[in-house]
């Protein structure tokens, strides 16, 4: 005869794998939230460097040039910095759904467990009469 516990464990199975799927998409979104706000500060020192370095000295052209490169770099940060919002969004979907797919999880793992103590309880009660049987046929010889 199979337990209810036995019939439960492949939806167990499925929700722990469907969890662990979920917890490795969440390690991998954070790693390109980490890698993005590194790039971001990449550029953001990378400006402070070409922006401190002298133009003493230089003519129009190399100014204008120098200023131009300067408001790539300002461009470049400002769509960095929105792809750290949009990696940040992401994060917190995937962390969502990680959360949804444990809760899952550890709520079937209980269901199960509860089965698990319900037929163990009942195992016991058998056995108990059993024995309570065994020693009555011995009482009565």
């Given at each position: 005869m199979s337990s209810r516990a036995n019939k439960l464990q492949p939806a167990v199975d499925q929700a722990r794998q469907r969890s662990e799927d979920a917890?490795?998409?969440?390690?991998?979104q954070q790693q390109l939230l980490a890698k993005a706000e590194h790039q971001l500060g990449e550029l953001q020192r990378y400006r402070q460097e070409y922006?401190?370095?002298?133009?003493?000295?230089l003519s129009v052209t190399a100014l204008l040039n120098r200023q131009?490169?300067?408001?790539?770099?300002?461009?470049?940060?400002?769509?960095?910095?929105?792809?750290?919002?949009r990696q940040?969004?992401?994060?917190?979907?995937?962390?969502?759904?990680?959360?949804?797919?444990?809760?899952?999880?550890?709520?079937l793992d209980s269901v199960v467990a509860q089965h698990r103590e319900h037929e163990r309880r009942a195992e016991d009660r058998q056995e108990q009469a059993e024995v309570d049987e065994r020693m009555q046929h011995r009482r009565l010889r």
């Open positions: 917890l490795a998409k969440l390690a991998t922006a401190a370095t002298g133009a003493a000295a131009t490169f300067i408001e790539r770099i300002d461009q470049a940060i400002v769509q960095q910095t929105a792809e750290i919002a940040t969004r992401q994060l917190e979907q995937v962390r969502d759904h990680w959360k949804q797919t444990h809760a899952r999880e550890s709520a």
